[in-house]
């Protein structure tokens, strides 16, 4: 199973873009990388998932260079609601196992 | 997006009853579904994989015996937490993997269980 390193938390200001670099040197062929938002006393929510290059939807976009070694999740002009816990997660098809561990998460602040 | 639920959102029980938490993929069939477990400030804890038809997976250091898991359908998982202690007090949240690729997996809302 692919580890993740994250940060462990991070303060920004309303407005800026804040970006999150997850480390996963291990990944498999087939893992997809998938970042989740987690609120307190609340079940993780899906952000974007990708495999490689980039991905962008609605609310943030993901960054994952050719060696797939790392990743970045990019949130745009974050708000004070984007105070969160943010985790970076690991996991495919390979053999099967396609469990998640998670890290310890990236717990980021936003400051007005 | 897809949805998943569980219910109770949360529950008290006395000391040594048992307490049953499911968790249902609304829109979008799951062969394997997954129980975490939560305590205060800290990350998710892995306690098993559920698999459609067939018995858990749990992780290691979980009871098997204590935390009886049943995955009926395509759709629902359920927990059953066996003569609970208040140590098992927690947030256990459930995730569902997407039969599709690139299976996404969604989590429930999760369930605070309190024991007395």
């Known amino acids: 199973l692919a580890k993740t390193t994250q940060p462990i938390s991070m303060d920004s200001y309303e407005g800026q873009e804040v970006n999150i670099t997850c480390s996963h040197n291990?990944?498999?062929?087939?893992?997809?990388i998938t970042w989740y938002q987690q609120f307190p006393s609340q079940g993780p929510r899906f952000i974007i998932q990708g495999y490689k290059t980039k991905v962008t939807n609605e609310v943030a976009s993901l960054f994952i260079p050719a060696d797939r070694k790392s990743s970045t999740l990019s949130l745009p002009r974050v708000s004070l609601s984007d105070t969160a816990v943010y985790y970076c997660?690991?996991?495919?098809?390979?053999?099967?196992?396609?469990?998640?561990?998670f890290g310890t998460g990236t717990r980021l602040k936003v400051l007005a | 997006g897809a949805v998943v639920s569980q219910h109770p959102s949360w529950v008290i029980c006395k000391s040594g009853t048992s307490v049953k938490i499911e968790c249902r993929s609304l829109?979008?069939?799951?062969?394997?579904m997954f129980w975490y477990r939560q305590f205060p400030k800290q990350s998710l804890m892995l306690m098993a994989t559920?698999?459609?038809?067939?018995?858990?997976?749990?992780e290691q250091g979980v009871e098997k015996d204590k935390f009886l898991i049943n995955h009926a359908s395509l759709t629902l998982s359920t927990l059953t937490v066996t003569s609970a202690h208040p140590e098992d007090s927690s947030f256990y949240i459930c995730s569902a993997r997407n039969d599709r690729p690139p299976y996404e997996q969604y989590f429930g809302p999760g369930t605070r269980l309190t024991v007395t």
């Open positions: 997660l690991v996991g495919g098809t390979t053999s099967g196992t396609y469990k998640y561990i």
């Open positions: 829109d979008f069939q799951a062969t394997t």
């Open positions: 291990n990944i498999a062929t087939n893992d997809y």
């Open positions: 559920s698999n459609e038809g067939s018995k858990a997976t749990y």
